[in-house]
Structures are given as structure tokens and as C-alpha cells.
């Protein structure tokens, strides 16, 4: 009875899956993959996931869904460091960073206008702003990657306080934050309720239409933060970067037990998800596996996660 209580919560089952990777890759790999180095890389990686993830995971708390997200890091990086190359001397590097950031918000507002006050299906909204997204970026940036020289907005994406990457330490005081919002204040409840049944909360007095902007402009600002790590981290800009990102965030929120349905789903959980998306794609490194791969498995552990959250709702509708 134990044993089935602990596997009912999906949050749980992912740490087995990562504790259990973790050490297959150990004895497999001894000398690689237990190492500092090695372990803050899997980190790193899975920061650029989770700090997307939060955006997505309010989204989809309201049963929405944010596609436009990989275009918006990469348009937002590519707005910023296009405006550097053209200024005489490079731009303040504040400026680039409220440029970035203004960027990605314009984007998310765009998202939520459509989505609440158009009534567009989230999915045709979002898919559309990511192909207008894509063509920004590839119109500033000519197909190629833009330079940005070094900065302190390097030390984002590509310092290290002692063994421990910034852009960590920066992951986790993003999902702290975003946690103490969803669950300590109005705003962040809200959204859950929205969520759980929007005409139940419209008649409680909640502005549906306000709560939804909102989760897609932060959506947005969160898309423009993962741009700015990756910036810090190569130092350029493309039309190309933050592609396929738009699925490794569904991934990341799915797999931490946030559910596609909407109303439910715990913050902390896309660390979670986006841990093992790392671990996965590492595990794939260590063992010489064709990284086409990495997208059939990926797949799967997202068919796989929903299929579990649609037969647990099922059996809780019972």
C-alpha cells in the first residue's frame, strides 16, 4: 500500500528515474560522468530548461500552451546583440539586457493578446508568433550568428561561483520565487483557479482575461532570461538558437507533474523534469548513443508522462 502511494505521485517517480540513471551511469562510466565538472554541466544544462519551464508551467497551469518560446530567445538575443553591432563603441550592456528583456515581454503580450482578447487557440496563436518570431531573427541576423563581445552579462550564462555555474544559482532563484508567487499570493492563486474551471472563476469575481495576459507575457520575459544565458554562455546570437526549446519545456513541465488539463501542478516539479531531460541527454553523451536518438526518447518520456497524468485524472474521476 506503501509502495503504491509513492508511485501515485509522479514527482516521486521522476527522482527514482534520475536516482536510478544516475547510478547506471556511475558504474558505467566511473571516470566521466561522477565527476564535479561533468554533474554542474547536467545542472547547467537543465537551468536553460527550468527557467523556461516556469513560464510554460503557468501557462499550462491555465490550459494554455506557449509554442513560441524558442523563437522568442532566439529574436530577443538576436534584437540585442544586433543593436550592440551597430552602435559605435557597442551599447551600454544594460541597455542590451532591458533591450532582450523588452523584447521577450512585447512577445508574451503579443501571446496573451491574442489568446484573451482575440480568443485564438492558444496553439494557433503561439505557433503563428513563433514563425513571425523566427523570421525577425533571421531577417536581423542575415542566417548568421551576431558577436557580442565580453561582457558582464557573460557572467549569466558562462561564470562560475566557485564549482557552481551562475546560471544555476540563477535556475533556483527563479523556481523559488515563482513558487512563493503560485502559492503565497493572489496573483498566483488565481491562476490556478483559472485553470481548475475559468467560469467558475469568472463568476468569483477573478479577471480571466488579465490572469491570462499575464502568464504569457511572463512566459515571454522567462524565454527572454534562458536567451540571455545563452548570450552570457557563447557570446553570440542566432537565428537558430532556442530551436526545439518550445518541446523541451512542455517536456520539463509534463515530466515534473504539471498537467496538460490545466489547474494543477507543483513549480518545484519542472526542476524535475528538467533534470531528467538533462540527465537523459548526458546518459546519451556517456554511452555513445547517435544523438537523433534523444528525440525518439524524448517523445516517449512525453507520451509517457501524459499517459500517466490522463489514467491517474481517470481514476480520480471514478
Known amino acids: 500500500m506503501k509502495l503504491k502511494k509513492i508511485v501515485s505521485h509522479q514527482e516521486t517517480v521522476v527522482v527514482l528515474v534520475i536516482v536510478a540513471i544516475a547510478i547506471f551511469l556511475a558504474c558505467v562510466r566511473p571516470d566521466s560522468f561522477p565527476t564535479t565538472l561533468n554533474i ?12 523556461l519551464a516556469v513560464g510554460m508551467g503557468f501557462v499550462i497551469v491555465t490550459g494554455g ?46 501571446n496573451g493578446v491574442l489568446v484573451a482578447k482575440i480568443g485564438l487557440p492558444p496553439f494557433i496563436a503561439t505557433m503563428g508568433v513563433l514563425k513571425i518570431g523566427n523570421g525577425i531573427a533571421l531577417l536581423i541576423s542575415t542566417g548568421s ?65 488579465r490572469v491570462t495576459m499575464f502568464v504569457y507575457a511572463l512566459s515571454g520575459v522567462m524565454s527572454a532570461f534562458v536567451g540571455l544565458l545563452m548570450l552570457g554562455q557563447l557570446k553570440q546570437a542566432g537565428p537558430s538558437y532556442g530551436d526545439g526549446y518550445e518541446l523541451d519545456a512542455i517536456a520539463a513541465c509534463v515530466i515534473g507533474g504539471i498537467s496538460m488539463a490545466g489547474g494543477e501542478g507543483n513549480i518545484f516539479g519542472v526542476v524535475l523534469g528538467a533534470t531528467l531531460m538533462s540527465l537523459l541527454k548526458n546518459l546519451f553523451v556517456q554511452v555513445a548513443v547517435p544523438g537523433y536518438w534523444q528525440t525518439v526518447v524524448l517523445g516517449i518520456v512525453i507520451i509517457f508522462s501524459v499517459a500517466i497524468d490522463c489514467f491517474r485524472k481517470k481514476r480520480e474521476a471514478r
Open 145 to 209: 550568428p551576431i558577436k557580442y563581445g565580453e561582457s558582464w552579462i557573460s557572467f549569466f550564462g558562462g561564470s562560475y561561483l566557485g564549482p557552481v555555474p551562475v546560471s544555476v544559482i540563477f535556475m533556483a532563484v527563479v523556481v523559488i520565487l515563482a513558487w512563493m508567487f503560485g502559492k503565497y499570493t493572489v496573483l498566483g492563486r488565481n491562476i490556478y483557479a483559472v485553470g481548475c474551471n475559468v467560469r467558475a472563476a469568472k463568476l468569483s469575481g477573478i479577471n480571466a482575461e
Open 65 to 110: 500552451v506557449d509554442l513560441s518560446v524558442g523563437a522568442v530567445i532566439a529574436c530577443s538575443i538576436c534584437v540585442g546583440a544586433y543593436a550592440n553591432s551597430v552602435t559605435e563603441g557597442g551599447m551600454n550592456p544594460f541597455l542590451v539586457l532591458l533591450i532582450i528583456l523588452v523584447v521577450g515581454l512585447a512577445f508574451g503580450i503579443l
Open 40 to 51: 554542474f554541466n547536467v545542472f547547467r544544462q537543465a537551468s536553460h530548461y527550468a527557467v
